[in-house]
């Protein structure tokens, strides 16, 4: 069966793809900051539960090194802080702005580089090809949609957007397909109650777009109901 990486699995958004992934009999390492306190990820069939903060580099190496000759067929970046919610024309903490920039832009470029091995192994394995990086941006980054305010956030979207569009053309040849997608506004912790989709609908919608997804569509940017949404 194949295998997904994912990161930020213990709760919202990627809580709910890992249950699914698992569901459909994937090989699943879920990676989440605090596993003693990941009760139910740890209750999933099908998982093992590996502790990772995105942001710990030589820790994402490590997890590297530990799964050294695993073939990896999805890497799905999926954990995101949101920083600070400061309105237009305000940024209250600049500490804050640069932690949003390492975790939503930069840790999962440092993953998909550390991975590309494996996920190598998983594109020679299998000869029709298929290995996947699949990050989870927000419509947020789109700089043709800005609607202002949250600079870090939107920041840190865009630069996801632009290191990702990168990365595919350049693992095109290679035959690993590399998106990015916006998982609706979700009621999770950082969406809010008010929010539009609850994560069942989300993550039924990016799963259907992630297995859907063919090389010659590497390098786009999806809403989870399958739509391009613009740079
Ligand atoms: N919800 C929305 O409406 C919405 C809209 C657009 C895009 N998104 C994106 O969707 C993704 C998932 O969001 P969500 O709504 O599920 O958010 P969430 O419920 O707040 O969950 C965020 C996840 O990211 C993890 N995380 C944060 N910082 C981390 C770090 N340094 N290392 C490892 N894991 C870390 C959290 O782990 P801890 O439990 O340890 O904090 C948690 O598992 C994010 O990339 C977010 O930007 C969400």
Partial sequence: M????????????????????????????????????????????????????????????KLAQTYDGTAIDLLLNNAGIYGHRDGALKVSDFDTYLQVLQVNSVAPMKLALAFLP????AQNRNKMGGAKIATISSRMGSIAESGGGAYAYRASKAAINAGMHNLALDLKSSGISCITLHPGWVKTDMGGAGADIDVATSAAGLKQVID?????????FYNYDGGEIPW
Avoid: F, M
């Fill in 2 to 61: 194949p295998t997904l990486l994912i990161t930020g699995a213990n709760r919202g958004i990627g809580l709910e793809l890992t249950k699914r992934y698992a569901a459909d009999g994937w090989t699943v390492i879920a990676a989440c900051r605090e596993p003693q306190s990941a009760t139910t990820l740890k209750a999933i069939r099908g998982v093992s539960v590996e502790a990772l903060d995105v942001t710990d580099y030589t820790a994402v190496d």
């Fill in 118 to 121: 494996h996920l190598k192994a």
């Fill in 212 to 220: 859907g997804l063919a090389l010659k569509d590497t390098g786009k």
